[in-house]
C-alpha cells in the first residue's frame, strides 16, 4: 500500500470511526510514518546527556540490495510482513496471511493497552500492519524460496491505457533493478537458509502490484512445497475495500474505548459509505491522483465543519514534520519536551510493537524470528 490509503484512507476511516480530527491526524500519519521512519541513528541534547533513539520501521527501497538478513527479520517481519502462522514449514508459517488471527490477537492486545499515552501512534502503527496483511498476503518478510514467481506468470489488467502504460513502466524499472537479485534468489535460495536476497524477499516477485489499490492480478508460485498455497488470482479493490471496514471498526472500537479523543456524533456508518470508498479504491490513476480522490470524497461529504480546520481537505501528509520534531531534540532547553512530540510517541509505539511482536505474540505461537 502507498500513501492514498495509508495515510488518506486511514485518516478518512479514523474520523468517520467517530475519533477526534486531532486524533485521526496522528493514527494516520503514524500509519504512513511505518513507510519514511528510515533512520536507526541517536540524537543527542548537550545539557543533561539525554539521547533518543529513532526506531527503523522500514527501508528505504535503494538501500534493498543491502540489506543484512536481521534487519529483514526486525523490521519487514513485524512491520510489513505479519505471520499468519498457517500451513507445516517454518518458512510457510512465516508468510503473511489476510487477515489473520494472529493479526487479531494483536490488535485485541493493543485494545487492551488503548489507554497508553502513545495509544493513537500505536494504533496508526496497528493499521499499517493489518492493512499490509490485506496487501502482502501470500508472502513473508524473510527471504524463502516460498515468495517465488516467476516473471512470465504475473498477468494484470488495468481498463485505462495510460495507467497501464505508467504501470508497464514501473514494472520494468522494478525488473531492470533488481534482475539480478531476483535471478540469484530463483538459483540460491533454499527454505531452509535465509539469505538476503532481494528477490526472495516479501512480494518482490509481484513487484509493486500488491500496492496498487486498483489492480486485478495473477501470479504462479515455484514452489510445490506449500500445504496452504496462497491465492494466485487476486483483486486488490475487493482486499482494500475489505481492508477498509475492517480498519473502521477496529478504530470504532478505539473511539468507544478512548471518548476522550472522541467526538459525538462523528461516527459514520460504514454502510453509507462503502460505494463511494469502493469508487476511489477502483480509480485508475498514478498516486497523487488517487489522493486527489479521497480528497475529494471528503470535500463530497462535507466534513470540512466537523473537522474544526481541516480547512476543505485532508490534512496533507508531510513526512519532514515528524523528522524535524526529533531534530529539534538537540536544540531543546529542556530535553523532557521531547515527551510531548508526536514523533517520540511514535518510536514509543515502534517499539512496544516490535517487542510485543517478536517476543510475545510470535513465540506464543512457536514462531522464534530473531
Ligand atoms: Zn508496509
Redesign the pocket.
Known amino acids: ?1 502507498q500513501t492514498d490509503m ?1 495515510y488518506y484512507g486511514v485518516f478518512f476511516l479514523a474520523y468517520t470511526a467517530g475519533l477526534n480530527p486531532q486524533t485521526a491526524h496522528t493514527i494516520a500519519y503514524a500509519s504512513q510514518f ?2 519514511d521512519s528510515l533512520e536507526d541513528h541517536v540524537e543527542r541534547n548537550p545539557k543533561e546527556g539525554a539521547a533518543i533513539m529513532a526506531e527503523e520501521t ?1 527501508h528505504h527501497a535503494l538501500d534493498m540490495e543491502n540489506l543484512e538478513p536481521e534487519d529483514q527479520r526486525f523490521i519487514w517481519v513485524p ?2 510482513f505479519l505471520p499468519g502462522n498457517t500451513g507445516a514449514s517454518y518458512h510457510e508459517r512465516l508468510i503473511c496471511r489476510k487477515d489473520s488471527a494472529v493479526a487479531q490477537e494483536m490488535l485485541e492486545h493493543y485494545l487492551d493497552n488503548c489507554q497508553v499515552s502513545f495509544a493513537p501512534q500505536l494504533f496508526g502503527i496497528a493499521a ?2 493489518y492493512a ?1 496483511t490485506f496487501a ?1 498476503y501470500g508472502f513473508s518478510g524473510v527471504a524463502s524460496k516460498l515468495n517465488l514467481a516467476g516473471r512470465e506468470s504475473l498477468s494484470y489488467s488495468i481498463a485505462k491505457k495510460g495507467v497501464q502504460k505508467y504501470v508497464d513502466k514501473k514494472m520494468n524499472k522494478f525488473w531492470d533493478r533488481f534482475k539480478d537479485s531476483l535471478d540469484m534468489a530463483v538459483t540460491n535460495l533454499t527454505g531452509s537458509i535465509a539469505g538476503n536476497w532481494t528477490g526472495g524477499l516479501g512480494h518482490a516477485a509481484a513487484a509493486t502490484l500488491p500496492d496498487r489499490p486498483f489492480i486485478n492480478w495473477e501470479l504462479k508460485y515455484q514452489s510445490p512445497d506449500f500445504t496452504v498455497k496462497p491465492p494466485e488470482t487476486r483483486s486488490n479493490p475487493d482486499t482494500y475495500l475489505e481492508a477498509c471496514e475492517k480498519l473502521h471498526s477496529l478504530f470504532r472500537r478505539f473511539a468507544l474505548r478512548r471518548q476522550d479523543l472522541s467526538v459525538e456524533g462523528q461516527y459514520i456508518d460504514f454502510g453509507q459509505m462503502r460505494s463511494g470508498l469502493s469508487k476511489v479504491i477502483r480509480f485508475e490513476g498514478n498516486k497523487e491522483k488517487r489522493i486527489g480522490r479521497w480528497q475529494k470524497l471528503w470535500r463530497d461529504g462535507d466534513f470540512t465543519e466537523q473537522a474544526g480546520g481541516a480547512e476543505n481537505a485532508i490534512p496533507s501528509y508531510v513526512p519532514d514534520d515528524w523528522h524535524l520534531q526529533r531534530e529539534s531534540f538537540k536544540r531543546m532547553r529542556a530535553p523532557k519536551t521531547m515527551l510531548k512530540k508526536k514523533v517520540y510517541g511514535f518510536y514509543q509505539a515502534a517499539s512496544f510493537h516490535k517487542h510485543y511482536v517478536l517476543r510475545e505474540l510470535l513465540p506464543s505461537k512457536g514462531l522464534i524470528v530473531i
Open positions: 500500500m495509508h511505518t513507510d522500514a512491520f510489513h499499517h500492519v499490509d502482502h
